[in-house]
């Protein structure tokens, strides 16, 4: 089954604690991508790849970091997690090049930073 | 400043009835998603279009290019339609840009 999973699904931490949230999807995409949403704000993106060893900034990368060594994982790091941190995140993925495609997102990952 | 605008942002319905949630978008775009958030979380591609309408079972996605605008209906609408639904384009670039979504609820 085609899937993007993404753990854990929940976790509750303290700040300065380093975490990460592991995404890994199943249909060979180039182009992964991590987003926070937040009430009254939508989904906004943190990082995104469009293939291995390569990353970029999207709209609110401070505080986060990732890595793309494999095409099927793309970790989201948050060295030192603050409570304004405290959200759901979601990772998604698609084919990469080319025509425009849909996104298949993960289930989401909610976190709260205490 | 939001590049994709959505409205109702919240909308009650009863049971059968006709739904239409509004997209409007201000940048050029290469393709406009319909999306559907469960209140598990969990985020389904509903459509991709680019032009004109697409129907699946009692959804359907209308686009105006030129009009830059793009409305969702749900046909005899049900309760378990309740969820929010977001509007995303993809600009020419690729990146997508999301609405902030329109929570509904469908009463029995």
Redesign the interface.
């Given at each position: 089954e085609a899937q993007v999973t993404q753990n854990p699904r929940y976790l509750i931490t303290v700040t300065g604690k380093k975490l990460t949230v592991t995404c890994s999807q199943n249909m060979n995409h180039e182009?992964m991508?991590w987003?926070r949403q937040d009430p009254?704000?939508?989904?906004?993106?943190i990082y995104y790849s469009m293939n291995v060893e390569v990353t970029d900034k999207g709209d609110v990368p401070e505080g986060y970091k990732v890595s793309r060594k494999e095409k099927r994982n793309f970790p989201l790091i948050l060295e030192s997690p603050s409570p304004n941190q405290t959200s759901?995140y979601?990772c998604a993925s698609r084919p990469g090049q080319g025509r425009?495609?849909?996104?298949?997102?993960?289930?989401?990952t909610?976190l709260s930073i205490l | 400043k939001n590049e994709v605008e959505q409205s109702p942002q919240n909308l009650t319905a009863q049971e059968g009835e006709f739904i239409t949630i509004n997209c409007s978008y201000s940048v050029g775009i290469s393709a406009l998603h319909w999306l559907q958030q469960h209140p598990g979380g969990g985020i389904v591609s509903l459509f991709m279009l680019s032009s004109g309408k697409k129907k699946h079972g009692r959804l359907i996605a209308t686009i105006n290019i030129q009009e830059k605008h793009s409305s969702l209906h749900i046909t005899a609408s049900h309760p378990r339609d309740s969820a929010v639904y977001i509007c995303a384009v993809t600009n020419t670039g690729n990146q997508f840009y999301f609405g902030t979504g329109t929570s509904l609820t469908v009463i029995p």
């Open positions: 182009y991508s987003y009254g704000l939508g989904l906004r993106q759901l979601f425009v495609m849909t996104q298949h997102f993960g289930d989401g909610r | -």
